[in-house]
């Protein structure tokens, strides 16, 4: 089963970018790359690709690759407010190390 946990907060900031930049579903991809060997990459787009897994949310639609969601399911996405600005927290339980910004990992 693909898993992802949005929190509420994460889901309000991304509705309202949604409809700030008038599209459709937020994209989390996950690419080669970043100080940890992978990273994390966010988009907001009104194209689903045939491929893409679509995951429904209380206020917000979520699209990911097959290959991406191999790499993040069962992670928890949050958006946090700290002194050095707002960002995506992301827990991923299948990663087994991260970088300090936390926008990269490895497995």
Request: hydrophobic share 35%; aromatic share 8%.
């Amino acid at each position: 089963m693909n898993k992802i946990e949005i929190t509420d907060n994460a889901q309000e900031h991304i509705a309202t970018v949604l409809k700030k930049d008038s599209a459709k579903y937020f994209r989390i991809t996950v690419l080669g790359g970043g100080c940890a060997g992978f990273q994390y990459k966010f988009d907001f787009e009104n194209l689903k690709n045939e491929d893409d897994i679509l995951i429904h949310n209380e206020k917000i639609d979520v699209i990911i690759d097959e290959t991406s969601m191999e790499l993040i399911q069962n992670s928890k996405i949050d958006y946090v407010h700290e002194l050095i600005g707002s960002s995506f927290k992301i827990t991923n339980p299948q990663a087994t190390s991260s970088c300090g910004c936390g926008t990269s990992f490895s497995i």
